[in-house]
């Protein structure tokens, strides 16, 4: 089995670390691809960036196609652009937060996000409720801007450990949940800290993709996710028109 692992940033850095937790978790059966985009923000915080950083993670979604994969991952909390890939692709797609607080849901009954910047905050918290947990989890932002994580002299490390300290004791949370794909190399040690379960999003998608493409089963293409409808797209986005498929 192969899982794509997309980072819908163009941070490389940020690409490796989210490939190495999902190594860790994997399969000894599937092989992780990991694959950083070339065109779009440095780091997604926000609406802007996310919409920015959508045509660069389709661009890798159809080029890899070209080595396969069996399921992709996008390496965004936000869960930019899986609509749009989803309706481009023939395989399971999976998002962070979808991923994420679906695990949580199995382990506790309330759980808490933690995330990066208030921008982000806002828009995970109306993923969370569009995912259906929006009456079991709350959403807190930790005023990390994404960068920081990987600058070990930064102080994110000790913000986020301030918010999960929050969320413990003044949430009610009985899980926590690391709402960035730049916090992925972190889960395990601070569940060892907290004593409740943590969970990353990397993590997570990967064993779901690897649960999905092991029952068979793919994205629906009847209704909301069917294939794109051939037409022309102009200017910079015409590598992006949608052919007509055959059989």
């Given amino acids: 089995m192969r899982i794509l692992i997309v980072n819908p940033n163009t941070t490389a850095s940020m690409t490796e670390k989210a490939a190495t937790a999902a190594r ?12 950083t985009s070339r065109m ?11 919409a920015l950083a959508i ?33 481009f692709a023939d395989v399971p797609i999976l998002g962070l937060c979808e991923s994420a607080v679906v695990t949580a849901g199995f382990l506790a009954q309330r759980f808490t996000v933690v995330t990066t910047l208030e921008r982000s905050r806002v828009l995970i918290d109306n993923l969370v409720r569009r995912y259906g947990m929006g009456d079991r989890a709350k959403v807190r932002a930790s005023d990390i801007p ?16 301030d918010e999960i ?26 569940q060892e800290i ?7 999003g ?4 990967v064993k779901q993709a690897e649960a999905l493409v092991s029952l068979g089963l793919s994205t629906s293409k009847r209704g909301s996710y069917a294939s794109p409808l051939p037409k022309s797209f102009t200017g910079a986005m015409s590598g992006f028109s949608p052919v007509l498929k055959v059989g």
């Fill in 40 to 50: 779009g923000p440095v780091s997604i915080e926000g609406h802007y960036d996310g």
């Fill in 55 to 87: 045509p660069g993670l389709l661009a890798e979604l159809k080029e890899r196609q070209g080595v396969g994969y069996d399921a992709a991952v996008i390496a965004c909390f936000d869960d930019t652009g899986l609509e749009a890939a989803r309706t």
């Fill in 165 to 190: 300290e929050g969320a413990l004791s003044e949430d009610g949370a009985e899980a926590i949940v690391l709402g960035c794909a730049g916090m992925t190399d972190l889960a395990r040690e601070l």
């Fill in 202 to 205: 990397v993590a997570a998608a």
């Fill in 194 to 200: 907290y004593g409740v379960p943590v969970v990353d």
């Fill in 24 to 35: 860790v978790v994997a399969a000894s059966g599937t092989e992780i691809i990991a694959a």
């Fill in 146 to 161: 994404v960068l920081e994580l990987e600058d070990a002299a930064s102080g994110a490390i000790g913000k986020l450990r």
